[in-house]
């Protein structure tokens, strides 16, 4: 039951969010086809780590709790000092500056979804549906 609530926030994002990626805004999660997903989280990707911190202002600013998500293993402290990374690792970095983890959790419902994309939506500078 709580896995089947998140799938439906999950794919209520997705949906909402898809003007945003047809007009360049943002990037969004790809599932591949016949792979099942839990709905653990959903994240929009910004263009850069600039657009990133202006956009989680935003929507901090609006009363949304949305985060960065992640700092990759190679940069943390622990990473620096125990492991090694033997080459770059460029898609990890990008996705790091640019991941905004938005709101999703058991008991959340399409008004909170709503709310969430209209301020995406306002800081894109779109209008609300």
Not at 16 to 34: A, F
Request: hydrophobic share 40%; charged share 25%; net charge negative.
């Amino acid at each position: 039951e709580i896995t089947a609530d998140r799938i439906l926030m999950w794919n209520e994002y997705h949906a909402s969010c898809l003007p945003l990626r047809s007009k360049g805004h943002v990037q969004l999660p790809r599932i591949p086809e016949g792979i099942f997903q839990n709905a653990h989280l959903y994240f929009v990707l910004a263009k850069n780590l600039d657009e990133r911190t202006d956009l989680l202002k935003h929507l901090n600013d609006d009363g949304i709790s949305a985060v960065h998500h992640y700092v990759p293993l190679h940069d943390s402290p622990a990473g620096l000092r125990f492991g090694r990374a033997y080459d770059a690792l460029p898609n990890t970095d990008k996705v790091a500056d640019t991941i905004v983890r938005l709101p999703l959790w058991s008991g959340m419902d399409i008004r909170d979804v709503k709310t969430v994309v209209s301020s995406l939506n306002s800081f894109y500078g779109e209008l609300n549906e």
